[in-house]
């Protein structure tokens, strides 16, 4: 039985979280060499050659009239607001703790598809999500020592990428993944060097760091193609709790990379969130029998 557009979007989303977590942890282990805008700059150079490079393959270099629709410039808005802002984030705090705190996401995002697209969310949904946001609260343990003023940037990231995801849905789906892919490399390595002097300025990356970031080049681009990919096959509300598998990545590399060892309230409020998205999967694929056969099959994957 083939799958649906909605269970399609969310492997898509899960695997752009194990490579955004990926590139989060090579960030963090540079982050100790370079600042944050030249992380930015030298990454985004590697990963503007790799997907133009892609864009010219796919022949979808022809797009830039693009630059004039609004949810176009509105995601790019979006993309460098929350990119700053995390990449701050985890610079500061364990990487468990920033991802744990950008696992609000989904909930903001539903929100915003129920107001803004009128997208259906029943009520079972709604409790699996706002129990995936109770277990968010139960890791960062608002008052305490954790949250600080690094947890309030990756708040920030929060709003920002709320903003980059919902404007996603509104760009026409004949407009190729992989240019928008582009753009956003383009934008993102451009805002990088906007905010290279303000950071420090330029110090020339170590060999080992040049590598790293390559690599992180690599896995950016990937978790940019399954990241759109996902949001423009399915439901928004559908997709968007699948973004909790990022925690689980973020706590395995964590420890394994950096010994930061999760402790009580770290690993109950994981267990309440991976629930919560396990039981708002199982509600997808019992919602998907009783859809109508006609049902289409949503936007194919077109980036990979």
């Known amino acids: 039985m083939p799958l649906s557009s909605n269970l399609r979007g969310s ?3 899960a695997a752009a979280m194990a490579a955004f977590t990926a590139n989060d942890t090579i960030t963090k282990a540079v982050s100790a060499e370079l600042n944050i805008g030249e992380i930015l700059l030298v990454r985004g150079l590697v990963a503007m050659v790799l997907v133009a490079a892609l864009a010219w393959y796919r022949d979808a270099l022809r797009s830039f009239s693009a630059l004039l629709i609004w949810p176009v410039g509105l995601r790019v808005i979006g ?13 500061q705090i364990p ?42 609260l139960v890791i960062v343990r608002p008052g305490a020592e954790g949250f600080s003023q690094a947890a309030l940037l990756a708040l920030a990231s929060v709003g920002f990428c709320a ?20 753009l956003t490399t383009v934008t993102v390595t451009t805002a990088g060097a906007a905010v290279l ?17 390559t690599f992180a080049a690599v896995l950016i681009l990937i978790g940019y193609q399954c990241i759109i990919v996902s949001l423009r096959t399915g439901d928004i509300s559908a997709v968007a709790p ?21 402790d009580g309230a770290m690993l109950a409020g994981a267990a309440i969130i991976v629930a919560s998205g396990l039981y708002a999967f199982y509600r997808e694929r019992k919602r998907d029998k009783l859809r109508p056969a006609a049902t289409g099959p949503g936007l194919p994957p077109d980036g990979l």
């Open 163 to 182: 903003v980059r995801d919902l404007a996603t849905r509104r760009i026409p789906k004949n407009l190729p993944t992989v240019f928008i892919t582009l």
């Open 79 to 91: 993309e460098i607001g929350g990119t700053l802002t995390y990449l701050s984030a985890i610079a």
């Open 197 to 213: 002097v303000p950071l420090g300025g330029w110090r020339p990356p170590s060999g080992q760091a040049l590598g790293l970031l």
């Open 11 to 13: 492997l898509f989303m």
């Open 95 to 136: 990487l468990a703790n920033a991802s744990a705190i950008f696992q609000a996401l989904p909930l903001v995002i539903t929100l915003g598809a129920a107001l803004v697209f009128g997208e259906p969310v029943g009520w079972r949904r709604w409790l699996a999500i706002a129990a995936g946001f109770l277990g968010v």
């Open 242 to 262: 699948f973004r909790y598998t990022a925690l689980l990545w973020a706590m395995l590399t964590g420890y394994l990379t950096f010994g930061h060892k999760p």
